[in-house]
């Protein structure tokens, strides 16, 4: 069955730090993976996918298919990037349902 | 619409009653998803419509939910004989289409149930 966890529940740092939030996932083919965002009192939105292999708002994230993880990182957080995030997993096999891990908020202090 | 629209945001309903919650997709978009948020936890899958394929179901709780989805158009999310554990957010998202690496999720605000 596919899962998607994130093991971490909160991870808070200070301003300048560098931040890498924690995604792991079980799949036996290739998946395609997200980072999904919800910042206070908005809407959950895509932050980036890994097949773009892009960097949005300073973050990045690598898909690590020995290891089964697409951590999400950035070298110095900011406070605005306060926020919950979650990861989230498709199989490429299909069109089916896309399935979230259990987020992390990340908690940014000045 | 602009975006995906949801209703009603908040609905506070007494233990038993039923509930119906109400989504509208961003036109065009063929692919529906309906999550559930409760709180302090993460996305729960319910169910997913592509098109004029039947719907992924796999992730109802219990009989006591369903849903449907008219065409390419509304989905609304019924839950019977509500209990307390269904006090949740209620996500509901659309993409353009359902192939794989193509369709990104736009979410709605979600509607707030509160079961008392």
């Known amino acids: 069955a596919q899962r998607v966890t994130q093991p971490e529940k909160l991870l808070s740092v200070f301003k300048g730090a560098p931040v890498e939030l924690k995604c792991n996932y079980s799949?036996?083919?290739?998946?395609?993976l997200f980072w999904y965002v919800q910042y206070s009192r908005q809407r959950l939105q895509l932050l980036l996918r890994h097949i773009s292999r892009e960097s949005i708002k300073g973050f990045t994230a690598d898909l690590n298919k020995g290891e089964t993880s697409f951590h999400l990182k950035k070298p110095f957080a900011q406070e605005e990037d306060s926020a919950m995030y979650y990861c989230?997993?498709?199989?490429?096999?299909?069109?089916?349902?896309?399935?979230f891990g259990q987020g992390t908020t990340l908690q940014v202090k000045p | 619409g602009a975006g995906v629209s949801q209703s009603p945001s908040n609905k506070v309903t007494e233990k038993g009653k039923d509930v119906e919650l109400r989504c509208d997709p961003i036109?065009?978009?063929?692919?529906l998803y309906w999550y559930r948020q409760r709180l302090g936890q993460g996305l729960e899958f319910l169910i997913y419509f592509q098109g004029n394929s039947a719907p992924d179901k796999s992730g109802l709780p219990s009989d006591r939910f369903s849903a449907e989805r008219t065409g390419e158009s509304v989905s609304t999310l019924t839950i019977q004989r509500t209990q307390q554990e269904d006090s949740a957010v209620y996500l509901c998202?659309?993409?353009?289409?359902?192939?794989?690496?193509?369709?990104?999720?736009?979410f709605g605000a979600g509607s707030r149930l509160t079961v008392l």
């Open positions: 998202a659309s993409s353009p289409m359902g192939l794989a690496g193509a369709n990104v999720l736009t």
């Open positions: 036109s065009g978009h063929t692919a």
């Open positions: 989230a997993l498709r199989p490429l096999s299909n069109t089916g349902k896309l399935i």
């Open positions: 799949y036996s083919g290739s998946p395609e």
